[in-house]
């Protein structure tokens, strides 16, 4: 169906009218250096994304110095030793105990994995049943990538709308399910203070992420940018402005058919099927090395910065 820009234009004010209509939120729960790591579980199987990573257990991530709790903070990093590990780099993989539909979550980050080659940080979500329980990449990038790439996938028939997202954010793909759900819907942003080494060179910032069966809208917050609101705990994200970036679902996707008991992951892998598939696309760091894996087991000190530092993350449902 053909639908002319001001026709997108007035549906989007409709859908954002409903949304804002029902977002009064109540905190729901907290995580933070005082309970993570009671509240998410330790992934250490195979990388589903075939990346040259070992993912460890709680006890070695804890005795190794991958996972700890510092100075009021959660602390996930990599091993920064080892050179020619045969089972790939160890890393830390964490996935929350209780699961989502619906909410917005608010995640202050002091430090996130820098922009290096081979590395491939996410922060994210996703159901029990890859993908017909759809997955959201909230912050997620690779090798030497300084800005944020945000994305849905989903089981095929959801297609997308960008509307109320910054101009300068651009809609890579409308089907969530492009690439049978590997590639998926695509909103890439320009803020080079969004992800890695830009992030963490102003001291870090807030992504909060929406999901309402209207819509799910991601907002960046630099530092030195956080709404009061947020400080307060009180968001009220139709005061935020125009989201980092924002899919409606609207005619062409029943959100609440696609994504459903999302699980929150943190998680750095390296190569594997994106940053390994673009190593060759990309010349700084395909001069480093023939392959991803041969770069990634040979130079463990290229990761020192490749670390999380998390402050918390609040979880709110709607109240109304």
Known sequence: MYMSSSTVLGLGAIWAGVAQAQT??????T????????????????????????????????????????DGQIF???????????????????????????????????????SACGSWPALWSFGPNWPASGEIDILEGVNTQHTNSITLHTSPGCSISQIDTVSSTTLANADCN??????????HTADNQNYGDGMNAIGGGVYAMEWLSEHIAVWYFPRYAIPQDILRGDPVPSTWGLATAKFYGGSTCDLDAHFMNHNLVFDTTFCGDWAGAVWADNPECSALAPTCN???????????????????????????
């Not at 009064?24 to 729960?29: K, N, Q």
């Not at 199987?45 to 700890?68: H, W």
């Not at 993989?93 to 430090?111: K, N, P």
């Not at 990634?296 to 999380?308: E, H, L, R, T, Y």
């Open 31 to 70: 995580y933070d250096a005082g309970n993570f790591w009671d509240e998410f579980d330790f992934f250490n199987e195979p990388d589903p994304t075939r990346g040259f990573v070992e993912y460890v257990d709680n006890a070695t991530a804890m005795a190794e110095g991958l996972a700890a709790s510092r």
């Open 294 to 320: 041969e770069y990634v087991a040979a130079n463990p000190g290229a990761f020192v910065d490749s670390f999380w530092s998390v402050n918390s993350i609040n979880v709110y449902k709607l109240l109304q």
């Open 76 to 114: 996930m990093g990599v091993d920064t030793v080892t050179e020619f590990p045969a089972n790939g780099r160890k890393s830390v993989r964490v996935t929350s105990r209780e699961s989502f539909t619906h909410g917005l979550f608010i995640a202050d980050l002091a430090h996130v994995p820098s």
């Open 178 to 187: 492009t690439g049978t759900a590997f590639t998926g819907c695509s909103q």
């Open 24 to 29: 009064v939120y109540g905190l729901h729960r």
